[in-house]
């Protein structure tokens, strides 16, 4: 069961309970997040998955939902004599912080029309 935001606002806070509460990221997704942020070029899957010592697939799986929080980017490489390969990079963090607080005002406003919803309801 999620935990109460009165409870979450009683504890030491930090920015991993953000992505955790907006994004319900992994420690493998936040730790290739920081590993992509920290790279100055495109790292690949295999590469990924020889840094943290884990499946490919498991890389893929992170990979994914950083994706479709949009905190990474992918680029497809296509080689000359057939097929291609998926390069990934981490987007800027002031961009991603931007996008979350667009994302919290779209909560605030969901959030605030329930409350509204409740008082005529119990009225």
């Known amino acids: ?23 319900d990221l992994k420690s493998v997704d936040k730790r290739c997040y920081k590993y992509l942020n920290e790279c100055t ?10 840094e943290f010592d884990r499946d490919q697939s498991t890389i893929h799986r992170s990979l994914d939902r950083l994706r479709d929080c949009g ?15 998926f390069f990934y990079k981490a987007r800027e963090p002031e961009d991603i912080s ?5 994302l919290l005002d ?7 029309q329930l409350i509204y919803e409740f008082e005529e309801e119990f009225e």
């Open 71 to 85: 905190m990474v980017e992918r680029e497809k490489e296509t080689y000359a004599e057939g097929g291609y390969k």
């Open 98 to 102: 931007s996008d979350m607080n667009e």
């Open 41 to 50: 070029e495109t790292v690949g899957v295999e590469h990924l998955s020889d």
């Open 1 to 23: 069961m999620p935990e109460s935001v009165r409870d979450q606002l009683m504890k030491d806070l930090s920015c991993s309970h953000v992505l955790d509460c907006l994004y």
């Open 106 to 112: 779209e909560w605030y406003d969901t959030i605030d």
